[in-house]
C-alpha cells in the first residue's frame, strides 16, 4: 500500500513495507501559517497510536503532532530543523517528519484515504 492515510488530527502516513513516513497534511499546513519550528521526536523513540510524537509551530500557534499509528521512531527527517518551511512547501512530501516501524499494521484500517479524508475536511468548514 503506498497511498497516502489520513487521521481526524491531520495527520497522513504513507506505507512502505513495514516502515510508515509520517508527516502533516497539506490541509493543517495551510491551518498553520508560515511553519517557524519543528521539533521531532527521538529515533529509538516507541510512540503509542493518537500519542503526541512531535510539535509543529507556526507564526499563528504551537501544535502538536500525534502519531497516526504504533511504532518505533527509526528516522526523522534533519533538514525540518534547518528549514521548517519545507512542511509549507511540499507537507505531502519533503516536508515528512518521521519514519516509524510499523507495530500493528492493522491500526491503518481506522485511517482514511484521500477521498474520505477530503470529505472530512469540507464537512468541518
Partial sequence: MSDIRYTKEHEWVRVDGQV??????NHAQEQLGDVVFVELPE??????RNAAMAVVESVK?????????SGEVVE???????????????????GWFCKLKIANSAELDALMDAA????????QS
Fill in 43 to 48: 529515533v529509538g523513540r516507541t510512540v503509542g
Fill in 20 to 25: 510508515a513516513t509520517v508527516g502533516i497534511s
Fill in 61 to 69: 500557534a504551537a501544535s502538536d503532532v500525534y502519531a497516526p499509528i
Fill in 116 to 123: 474520505a479524508y477530503r470529505a472530512f475536511v469540507e464537512s
Fill in 76 to 94: 526523522v527527517n534533519a533538514a525540518l530543523t534547518e528549514d521548517p518551511a519545507l512542511v509549507n512547501g511540499d507537507a505531502e512530501g519533503a
